[in-house]
């Protein structure tokens, strides 16, 4: 059986984690035709091998003899930018992590930002996760050699700024998350080849998203979360 990561199947190609169409939308609360359109309507701000993989031909054909497919085969056939994984497809795209980014920008919902910063957490960036813990496990059991007695401290309390428990402050937070994600993604836009007209409408479309974490952060400075005590 495939790897399943919170009722996602595990897709890898090219040592990269991946998601197909089909999950991308499901995740997303939406369907396939809008994850399409979406991506044809923006069609020049994604880069092949940095937004999705494509795969054709024998690599295509390779790729799906190991992968089971009943929990992803659906979609419609036609052009391969607007395919899922059909088993008579001849070509696929498989989005990357920021792939799934622009997505989220494009739909612009609740659900897509926060199952965005899920999908980063606990699917994307799993397998680094994993690969760390070893490592940290085994500084955590490694032998201690002490010449002189340790003493554990006492706990102490300090004055903080209850900022985790403040609903109101943690929503402007997540609403600066979703600011600079944005910006970030036109950022990659302007880094590459594109027209004097397209260079003049993404300048806008950054000047508009400025003032939009300007102002977010202003209201970030108006709150005055309470002050509390904390046992560390």
Excluded at 120 to 127: C, I, P, W
Aim: aromatic content about 8%; overall charge positive; glycine content about 6%.
């Amino acid at each position: 059986m495939s790897e399943v990561i919170n009722g996602i199947q595990v897709i890898e190609v090219r040592g990269i984690r991946v998601l197909t169409t089909q999950q991308l939308a499901d995740a997303y609360g939406t369907d396939q035709w809008r994850i399409r359109e979406n991506f044809k309507r923006n069609r020049n701000r994604y880069t092949e091998g940095k937004h999705y993989i494509k795969l054709e031909g024998k690599e295509l054909k390779d790729w799906k003899d190991r992968v089971q497919f009943a929990p992803i085969l659906d979609g419609e056939k036609g052009e391969c930018e607007f395919q899922t994984l059909l088993k008579g497809a001849k070509c696929a795209n498989l989005w990357t992590e920021r792939g799934a980014l622009l997505h989220a920008k494009s739909l612009n919902t609740d659900q897509a930002w926060e199952v965005y910063d899920r999908l980063v957490d606990f699917y994307f960036r799993a397998k680094e996760r994993q690969q760390d813990k070893p490592k940290e496990q085994k500084a955590a059991v490694a032998p201690v050699q002490q010449t002189v007695p340790v003493h554990k401290a006492h706990p102490m309390k300090i004055t903080v700024v209850d900022v985790p428990d403040n609903a109101q402050v943690q929503e402007i937070l997540k609403k600066l998350r979703k600011d600079i994600a944005g910006i970030d993604a036109v950022i990659d836009q302007f880094n590459r080849y594109i027209t004097q007209e397209d260079y003049e409408r993404l300048g806008r479309v950054a000047d508009l998203m400025a003032m939009g974490l300007y102002k977010d952060t202003l209201r970030l400075a108006d709150i005055h979360p309470n002050v509390v005590e904390k046992t560390l």
